[in-house]
């Protein structure tokens, strides 16, 4: 949102040369000629009567603004705003908030808004409730930035009431209010389409679904069959994933991993394991062994990090492969050189958390394998 000086609302008498000069000053501002539109607007504040006064005052702030000089900026808008002009100083203290705002100045944007509030300009009342709720929210005032945004709900701009019911909403959702979250969502809408609130109905919905799987985990007269309740944990963990709330993710998962009934335990651990591959038996009439990477990717689904795991897996298979390409490459056919790069390539994985289970799996492998412990204690570091 820009404040930007236009043609005012009445004009003093006999003033058609300062109207000019500011029209003139306008569109000099307009093709870029700023410090020339200051000159103007800087003799017309200086010379003129309160209307035009506060009109060129109000381009002047644009104007220093775009200069990169926000101190005169302000000072400008201040100008205009006490001329008491019932357009340009609402429109002034606007400018002003606007300028507050950026340079984070909260108490004295917070005193702007309520000059625009002043002026009781209808044209300007839904920014400044919009301006004041938002600072509520930030200082933790929640029934004052209420107060501002059912105010700045009953504009009559409807892009304005979409904008302001999306904001009030999203923050009304961040507070766990999700009933009064989804009467603002409707209200905006019926106002005004809006593909924002559209995506905040849809994150109503997903509070709704994990209140109800919440509720469904939590047992109670009837109860639910294995599949039914490992349906309810897995759904409950992916979508407080899908909300970002990556530790009560996990805490949902492990609940269902540990649940009393073992069947419903084995449900849950089986969907927690979809898609994970699954190596052939040593023999076909046992089950495969697990693997010893098996926790750290039940561990990686709970806790919503696969994309780590992921990346610290092609990492290490960088580094494995840097190692070993590079003798390859050269021709190096040295035995010292290609120990000490073998060396190399076996400890790459040792910085990683699973390193240590990979090592361990191969000593163990290598011990049924040769029928005793051959490799050095600590091995391989």
Do not use: K
Not at 36 to 58: D, F, H, M, N, T
Not at 239 to 262: F, I, M, Q
């Amino acid at each position: 949102m820009t404040a930007m000086s236009g043609t005012p609302l009445d004009s003093d008498a006999g003033d058609s040369d300062f109207a000019s000069l500011c029209d003139q000053a306008r569109d000099l501002a307009e093709a870029g000629h700023l410090r020339r539109a200051a000159a103007i607007y800087e003799r017309v504040a200086a010379e003129a009567g309160p209307s035009r006064r506060a009109q060129a005052s109000l381009g002047l702030a644009v104007v220093h603004e775009q200069l990169g000089d926000p101190a005169a900026a302000r000072r400008a808008d201040e100008n205009a705003v006490a001329t008491g002009h019932p357009e340009f100083g609402p429109r002034a203290a606007y400018h002003l908030a606007l300028l507050h705002e950026r340079a984070g100045a909260a108490a004295e944007e917070a005193a702007a808004w309520r000059q625009v509030l002043a002026f009781d300009n209808e044209r300007y009342l839904q920014a400044a409730h919009r301006g004041l709720a938002r600072l509520a929210e930030e200082r933790g005032d929640e029934q004052g930035a209420d107060q501002h945004w059912q105010l700045a709900l009953e504009g009559q701009d409807a892009a304005v009431v979409a904008a302001t019911a999306h904001d009030y909403a999203r923050g009304l959702l961040a507070r766990g209010a999700v009933t009064r979250a989804e009467e603002v969502i409707a209200r905006g809408l019926a106002a005004q389409e809006d593909p924002a609130l559209r995506v905040l109905l849809g994150a109503v919905h997903v509070e709704r679904a994990i209140a109800e799987f919440g509720a469904a985990t939590a047992g109670g007269p009837g109860g639910l069959d294995p599949m039914d309740t490992g349906v309810a944990y897995e759904l409950l963990a992916r979508l407080l994933a899908v909300r970002g709330d990556a530790d009560t993710s996990a805490t949902a998962w492990e609940e269902g991993l540990d649940h009393r009934d073992p069947s419903v335990a084995a449900e849950v651990r089986t969907r927690l394991r979809r898609g994970f591959l699954v190596p052939d038996a040593e023999d076909a009439d046992t089950e495969p062994a697990p693997s010893w990477w098996d926790p750290y990717l039940e561990a990686a689904v709970a806790q919503d990090s696969v994309p780590m795991l992921a990346g610290e897996l092609f990492l290490a298979l960088d580094q494995l492969y840097s190692h070993l390409a590079l003798p390859h490459a050269s021709g190096e056919a040295r035995a010292a050189a290609l120990r000490a790069v073998v060396e190399q390539a076996v400890r790459a994985p040792g910085e990683y958390v699973w390193g240590r289970a990979l090592h361990d799996d191969f000593r163990e492998r290598l011990r049924r394998a040769t029928g005793g412990d051959v490799l050095p204690p600590g091995w391989p570091d």
